[in-house]
């Protein structure tokens, strides 16, 4: 089969079209003939350097997936038939979905909506997953709350919100291109910072009376994590999706009774911690998105063959919402 | 009224017998007569350097308190009468109390159960919000799962124990002098680590299948917070209660997809955060110890005039327990 292989750690160049075996199938693995696939921070990030030493290259990245199933392993085939439409999220820790077919546990997989698009669909996994873990088991926005997420207009951001508001929560969130502060006004945030022309920090902190805002989702990180420790409300909870930054939080949260969730959605495959519970979130979101509830926001549309351009413009941080790949022309 | 005054920041040479006016009453405020205080760690603390700037001497310390109700403001008056015998925390951010008198909130105060002395139930109040808020409000150990305990012959450490068997954890806790050894295993520790003989951490390590555990309570701080880092499962919980630790948490904790959390007992009266939770917490405490099911272990019991005594052997980290101040000699 084709596939889009990181030959070596590196530029975008490492990624090269290649001939490469069809996956070998696990009891519980589904073999699916990818329709579409979407980019990620993930993916650019285990481009340059793997995921902490976890990957190592040749690999095929790639890790959102729509399609349709063409084989089952012996556990998964009382799951999912072949022919079923699917989607999900493929394990960090396998070859992805920049191919024409991928192998991926049935338990982390949901049946795609008929009135949901391929492209759609396979927009909505890995940020959906992290923003459902954030906003709603670890944060456990409640309505009537408010509560801060960083990079409202990016792929987690725009998902969060709509999981936010859903729950009945106030939105601020923080956005500076045109495209991202109209993307996050249209998904129904109460309060929009442009970063760019204010300090967040104040901003929030006037915004609640000095109080600080009960929750922060953070999905940028690093000087943004730090200075969110500013302005967190008395008894708050702050969930990252960053790893890595240089500022001990103890000294701002400890005295606040504060807590804090790293958020890292590789995790339950990684350690076989419920994967199971990836394809029943996934089916709730398949129901939200059905319903109109929720929905990725796929700015532009790119193909395989054009794959590193895309990591490209995921590095570029300026995209609003999600990248999404073709794969099949059909 | 007499009380012992922290005169400045110093050693216990600071801690002066002197006659003050009594406390002042807001309308939320029962004068309470104190039969019984205990020392905490954050006696010594504030003594030696306020807490964080947010207290200047002088002030009176003791902020656990087991006695009388003699008046009470307007609001309280409906709630508590002149007689009813209370236990609770007073706010670190008022004068507490070592003397004859002190003003709690009547919010934050619960009745003393009569089969309960005054020394056993001012012995609660601090080390079971913290443990409460820990072990269950942030935590959430639940049966079956196991929980490692630092310094589980401690103030807080021994109540832990106590919550987490009534929960139907699996404790795994440290402790090295023989009294703390008994005492955690007469609470039904189900494994103690003598940590003075052997690395904590390995040996989690060692009893989970290199998986870690759950949750992890950290009564400790400093090195031992930084090496439980080491020993948390994927997806696991840490709460601390001890502030301030040079290990930045992000880099072991992002990739396990796990939470910290700070806990901190002030916050809530210092930022009027629920403070009537308090009261309700220690009213279940009240049931539970009236069942026998609770119990504060007080390894010895000084008075007042023997404060200066106390602090020292608070500060020596040898105590076994609480070390309870007997204040009206009757």
Known sequence: MKALVATKFGDTDVLKLEEVEKPQLGADDLLIE???????????????????????PPFVL??????????????????????????????LFRNGANAEFVAADYR??????????????????????TAWDGIYDRLQVKSGETVLIHAGGGGVGHIAIQLAKLKGAK????????????????????IVINHKQ????????ELTNNNGVEAIFDCVGGPVFAKSLDCIAPGGRIATIVEGSDANPSEKLFFKN??????????????????????????????LAEQGKLKAHVSQVLTLEQLAEAHKLQESGTVTGKIGIKVLNN
């Open 198 to 205: 204010e300090d967040f920090a104040k901003k929030v902190l």
């Open 34 to 56: 990818v329709h579409a696939t979407a980019m990620n921070p993930v993916d650019t990030k285990a481009r340059k350097h793997g995921l902490g030493g976890l990957r190592v």
């Open 108 to 129: 982390t997989m949901a049946k795609k909506p008929a009135s949901v698009s391929h492209i759609q669909a396979a927009a909505l996994p890995i940020a959906l997953l």
């Open 258 to 287: 504060a807590s804090l969730h790293y958020v890292f959605i590789g995790a339950p495959l990684m350690y076989n911690l419920h994967p199971e519970l990836q394809g029943k979130v996934l089916s709730e979101a398949a129901k």
């Open 62 to 91: 790639g890790f959102d997936v729509s399609g349709v199933v063409r084989e089952s392993g012996s556990n998964a085939a009382a799951h999912f038939k072949v022919g079923d439409e699917v989607f999900g999220l493929v394990s």
């Open 171 to 190: 939105v601020i969130t923080t956005a500076s291109s045109n495209a991202s502060i109209e993307l996050v006004k249209s998904l129904g945030a109460d």
